[in-house]
């Protein structure tokens, strides 16, 4: 990292980053090519989970190549200046590398919903078995992480 004065080292707050979040740019390559979608995920034991259609161009990349990138931000805000270029915004930002995989048993895509769903809700929930089988679960185990925060962020 560039500027080692902005990087958060603490596992708990780049744990807070992880949990707070609400959306996940993940990164893929196809063919070369760069392609970054925003999905929701959970995050538990050092896995991101993400929910997604059985079929589309996200499926077909990672079926092709695995490997992954991803960058999560809370306290995101823009502090406007008197002039153009002197504009800053502050955050805290989770970003990392990974391998994904799908998961194919009922009873993983069942575990895997419930991280997703926590990550967005306090309840518990049943989940129809025919509904768990029309959708894919993306898990992304964790092989790097970097953390930064920039400017004053008040929580």
């Known amino acids: 990292m560039r500027r080692a004065d902005r990087e958060i080292k603490d596992r708990a707050e780049i744990d807070d980053i992880l949990n707070r979040g609400r959306v996940c740019s993940l990164g893929l390559c196809e063919g070369g090519v760069p392609y970054v979608v925003p999905v929701n995920y959970g995050y538990a ?8 259609a059985r079929e589309g161009r996200k499926i077909d990349i990672l079926r092709m ?51 997703i769903m926590r990550h967005y809700s306090d309840g518990e929930f049943e989940f129809e078995p025919q509904r768990v089988d029309q959708v894919a679960i993306i898990k992304v185990e964790v092989d790097s992480l970097m953390a930064k925060s920039s400017g004053r962020v008040n929580r």
């Open 45 to 52: 034991d050092g896995c991101l989970y993400i929910h997604s």
């Open 65 to 115: 190549n695995n490997l992954v990138s991803f960058a999560i931000f809370v306290d995101y805000k823009v502090v406007p200046a008197e002039k153009a270029c002197s504009f800053t915004s502050v955050y805290r930002s989770v970003m990392g590398t990974g391998r994904a995989s799908l998961l194919e048993g009922r009873e993983e895509k069942e575990q895997a919903l419930r991280i």
